[in-house]
Structures are given as structure tokens and as C-alpha cells.
């Protein structure tokens, strides 16, 4: 799967997801662009899935015909210690997300 992480979300991510084609935005010289412009970035570079911890993004942008696949994981701030108990439930996503879905990815309470 070819996946793209957000600005925000940290590059240490990829290391929970060792078996996909990782990519952050700012290797991908998109740091600067607005989130519509990532979105559209994604869809053109046929990215399979953006990751992001931007809790606003299905408020401020057009979801509806996207062709990959979203995760926001939410949280209160997006350093490592609050994202990686995420990451198994990431993980699990991987296998049964399907393109155009935006999925929230919450702690466990």
C-alpha cells in the first residue's frame, strides 16, 4: 500500500507500518500546501492511503470523491507518546479499509 503522511503526523509512524511504501509529505516537498492541495497531490501521485491528525479535514474539505483512503487519528496532540497506541488499530485497518473511506482512529477508553 502506498501511504502518505501528513505534515503533523510524525515520521516515526512508518515504523508501525513496516511492509508499505511510506512517504510524508515533506519528502514529497508538500509541506507548505493546504490540506485541499495535499488531497489533490494524493489523488494525482495515486497515493492508497494519507494519514493525518487533522481532526477538521471531513469539515473543511469535499471527501465525497476522493479515491484513497483517510485516517485521522485523534488526539490531543500529535507527539509520538499519544499516537503509538494507535498504531495497532492503524495496523488493522490496513487490511479491511477500502478506497474513499475516512476512518477516525480514537485511544482506547
Same mark, same amino acid.
Given at each position: 500500500m502506498k501511504v502518505l503522511l501528513d505534515v503533523c503526523t510524525p515520521v516515526q509512524v512508518r515504523r508501525a507500518l513496516p511492509n508499505h511504501q511510506v512517504h510524508t509529505a515533506v519528502k514529497m516537498g508538500w509541506g507548505e500546501l493546504a490540506n485541499g492541495d495535499l488531497l489533490r497531490g494524493a489523488e494525482k501521485e #495515486?497515493?492508497?492511503l494519507l494519514?493525518?491528525?487533522d481532526k477538521n479535514l471531513r469539515y @473543511? @474539505? %469535499?471527501l465525497a470523491t476522493i479515491s484513497f483512503s483517510i485516517? !485521522?487519528?485523534v488526539v490531543p496532540d %500529535? #507527539?509520538?507518546p499519544s499516537l503509538e497506541p494507535l498504531m495497532p488499530q492503524v495496523q488493522?485497518?490496513?487490511d479491511t479499509i477500502?478506497?474513499?473511506s475516512v476512518?477516525? !482512529?480514537l485511544p482506547a477508553s
Open positions: #495515486r497515493f492508497d494519514i493525518i491528525c @473543511q @474539505q %469535499n485516517i !485521522v487519528l %500529535n #507527539r509520538l488493522s485497518l490496513l477500502t478506497p474513499g476512518v477516525e !482512529v
